[in-house]
């Protein structure tokens, strides 16, 4: 969805050009990509890795600007689109046969065109046969990577009820906080994640957009370390 009426864009970048913050200020203290943060205030939310990894961000770069998250979540949700359905493709026409001597002359023109066909087939052979065949291209060593590749690690976290949660990205120190029901908060890392709920089966965890589900059991604590050679990378978003 690009450039809709919805204002959350507007609305974030006003509140950070108000706060005196730059979108790399923003990223370094929000842990969210630049790129991430500019779709956002573009309204670009194709951009983003899905639907809970847009609502986290959102709701993330919002509390951090002093905005109310819920309330801009609600206007995104409100704004976006919903999937039309294909229209139906109506078959072509069937045109009743004329007559039985248009069979007959259809028939004959099948027969004409199979016969040209084989006489095409046969001199192509034969003109393959004395051609030597053109040395097969070099295949490249590596694929290159696209424009909206990532690497890395992407954490979503979002809460069903209210759970404290502790995060390690890579070989910082742990960061800890309380999550609300439907709060949700993403996190960035470059060779491992370690995540840490208070109580398991309390929020769904989605790692570079594949969901976890709601790891852990009720009134346990549940810890995993998600590292960057265990999981698949995220996979480019479209970007138009």
């Not at 194709?46 to 819920?70: F, I, N, P």
């Not at 039985?100 to 199979?114: E, I, S």
């Not at 053109?134 to 909206?148: H, I, K, Q, R, T």
């Amino acid at each position: 969805m690009q450039g809709t009426s919805a204002g959350v864009g507007s609305t974030l970048r006003r509140a950070r050009t108000a706060r005196g913050v730059s979108i790399p200020e923003a990223s370094r203290d929000t842990r969210i990509r630049p790129e991430f943060l500019q779709a956002l205030e573009a309204e670009e939310f194709d951009r983003l890795l899905g639907e809970v990894h847009a609502r986290g961000c959102l709701r993330s770069y919002a509390t951090y600007l002093g905005l109310q998250g819920d309330e801009l979540v609600g206007r995104y949700a409100r704004q976006a689109p919903q999937a039309a359905p294909a229209p139906a493709v109506a078959p072509p026409p069937v045109r009743p046969a004329v007559g039985g001597r248009r069979r007959r002359d259809n028939t004959r023109l099948f027969v004409m065109l199979a016969a040209l066909l084989l006489i095409l087939a046969a001199a192509f052979g034969i003109l393959s046969s004395r051609s030597s065949a053109p040395p097969p291209a070099p295949m490249p060593s590596e694929a290159p990577l696209g424009a909206g590749s990532i690497q890395g690690l992407m954490l979503v976290v979002l809460a069903r009820q209210e759970v404290e949660v502790t995060v390690t990205v890579d070989q910082g120190e742990p960061e800890s906080f309380t999550l609300r029901p439907d709060e949700s908060r993403s996190f960035e890392a470059q060779t491992a994640i370690t995540v840490l709920l208070e109580h398991g089966a309390s929020a769904n965890v989605q790692v570079n957009g594949v969901d976890e589900g709601y790891p852990g059991t009720e009134r346990h604590p549940w810890e995993h370390t998600y590292r960057a050679d265990q999981v698949p990378p995220p996979s480019p978003s479209p970007l138009g």
